[in-house]
């Protein structure tokens, strides 16, 4: 009277949870940082977007407008990330970027003297 039992003992199924356990808490850091990475590319789309919409700007009024809410409709920031003109003239402007979810910050700066004239760059100085 042998039967033939089919399925999985019990230290088969413990083997199969800690390798998946090993697994996870090998991808949930990696996630974090490349969640990290999205904010941060979101601040610097923003801070493009918002360069395009200061050179129309500045082809109607012959000046870069001194705050985001100056350039109308031409310009929408993205959810959670926060654009602000720093400095803006008839020659150049500066503006910053961040993201809520990031504690990065980027910035341009268009005036020639700057260290990087028109580039993104990490920080909050230009």
Do not use: W
């Amino acid at each position: 009277m042998l039967r033939d039992n089919k399925g999985f003992t019990l230290i088969e199924l413990l083997i199969v949870v800690v390798i998946i356990g090993i697994l996870a808490a090998i991808a949930i850091p990696q996630f974090a940082s490349t969640k990290e990475k999205a904010f941060d590319a979101a601040a610097k789309t923003d801070l493009r977007n918002l360069m395009s919409a200061q050179e129309a700007y500045f082809a109607d009024n012959q000046t870069y407008a001194p705050d985001v809410a100056s350039l109308g409709t031409s310009y929408v920031e993205s959810d959670q990330v926060t654009v602000t003109i720093t400095a803006a003239s008839a020659a150049a402007y500066e503006a910053t970027a961040t993201h809520a979810g990031s504690s990065e910050t980027f910035c341009v700066n268009t005036d020639q003297a700057a260290a990087e004239p028109g580039k993104i760059v990490a920080g909050a100085d230009c």
